[in-house]
């Protein structure tokens, strides 16, 4: 027979009803055995000495059952049970000790009305599904006390949606005695109480939240600034300042809640874009008592009305004052200032917004008027630069690229003509007119670097063109308009192939899954998806704009058209795989990662 309980020697008697003898068994608990019988001796009354005895034995012991496993008596309430170190049955004890009376059995969860998002301590807010291992890794750790016993079990309990509770039955094992470890379980009860993040508190501000609106403009048909200005917002985190974007018809607004934060997006635009602003402010509430007063500032921001790849005719004052440069001129670049190149002799001029004011001028064509035209014949021209015999330019063939830079050059007569461009007689025709008519053109282009026979290229049909320009009247007499003005070289079969991008950009509206949809609005929604494609072709072929901005990696593979690989052109756009960053996304598996070390902390 054995015992598990173990304490010092220990002598109980029990009357042996087989034999005859007045004889009692000596039981042994530290060695968990009987011991030999003994006859007591010197014992005058053995009734009187068994009864005070017995009544200080924890159980009286029987024999094992048919399993092998020792059994006996309840001290408390008297049943059969497996014998243990208290010799308390399982229900005695949990009337005598409570485990779970150490944590709270109730809490309050904060669920944000807007996002559906449950708060953490001081960590912020975090995204969790219904019963999953996230939201139940929370409700762990807004249980007070519950590090005092050891966690066995956890799961939810079903509740009604709407009842705004979450049920949680726990587990749990605690050491009530010396070795002795009682397991009970228990639901914990979480009631679900509204609150609004500081996002959604941002996003759902009403009117009198703010006190400063910056009003952003241009005016022009298309969306492409807007588009690139989304971008620079995103990569610099200006949206953390506002409270709210709201698109307009010809721009947006940005609402802020102070002044100053305002001003800081004013300075960050005068680094990005070439504008004005005007301000003006509005009384709202004042106290005469203590000489305050609550205004409402109001800024309203202008864009220079010119884009990339804009034909332009510059006022004849200013083509002066820019180096004596054309006053026909294309626009190559827009920032914090506006560049200019002649189509006709590669000179370049920067202008600044300052000097754009005092005498603004319009576009005379923008990029959706662009026609595409097919290069037949082409041929460098002399450009006169003045530099050492035998640079870099001096051998550069027909249709090889070459890295564009800053700088310029000049010429014999002083001008500064463009480093990264070449000039070229280049014989082109309209692409609807082949195997149509004979009718071609020969123009001065600044695109001898990229062009060779058989390219197609985009450019101004000025033949065809009915331009009402104020300073394009008073152009001298003498000086005639070119026919046609190529402004870039695309790219038809690389793009036929190469449907897909491995790339994406961000948005500033969360579910949108396309740049400057949430951002921007037009009524032509075909009109947006060609500003949108225009500029994203502009990113594919300018690597100093792609610099400005983050580029993603897409999940989206390129097409898999099984066509030749000798047809796409040698010179086409690849953004590199390398230069793109990789996008954050939390799936179902990094949820239950999250929950697994919220686990190992408890």
Known sequence: MTCEFNATKFHFWLKEEEEREQGYYSFDFKHNKFSEIQILQNVVDHEQLLKPVILQTICIMELADDDGIPTGL?????????????????????????????????????????????????????????????????????????????????????????????????????????????????????????????????????????NSIVQVRQKVDHKRTFLFLEQLILKHGQDKRTVKIEPQPHGIDFFFCAKNDAMHFIDFLDTVVCHRYRTSKKIISQDIHCNTATWNFTYAVEIVPLCKDDLVCLPRTTAQRLGCISQIVVCIQTSNLLRFIDPVSCQVCDMIGEKYWPRPFMALQSSPRLIPFVVIDIQLEDMDFREKPGSSLANVKPGKRKGKSENSFLNSKGNNLSKGHLLASVTVARDSDLGVNDTKFTVLSHLGHLLKPGDSVLGYDITNMNLNDTYLDDLKSGVELPDVVLIRKQFPKYRKKNAKRNWKLKSLVEFGDTAGFGMVQNEKKDTLEFDREQFMRDLEEDEELRSKINMYKSSAQQGNDESDDSDVEDDAPVVALETLLDDLQLTKAVDEDIANESDDEL
């Open 74 to 210: 309840c001290c408390v309430c008297g049943v059969s049970m497996p014998a243990n170190k208290v010799n308390t049955c399982a229900l005695c004890l949990q009337g005598e000790h409570d485990v779970t009376a150490d944590f709270s059995k109730s809490g309050v969860l904060n669920r944000c009305k807007g996002c559906e998002r449950y708060a953490k301590d001081t960590t912020g807010w975090i995204k969790c599904e219904a019963e999953s291992k996230t939201l139940l890794a929370l409700c762990l750790k807004k249980i007070k006390g519950l590090q005092k016993v050891s966690l066995v079990d956890a799961c939810f309990i079903w509740t009604e949606a709407h009842s705004k509770r979450i049920k949680v039955k726990l587990v749990v094992q605690k050491e009530v005695t010396n070795e002795v470890v009682l397991q009970q379980s228990c639901v914990v009860e979480f009631v679900i109480q509204g609150r609004m993040c500081e996002d959604c508190h941002l996003e759902e501000a009403n009117m009198g939240s703010y």
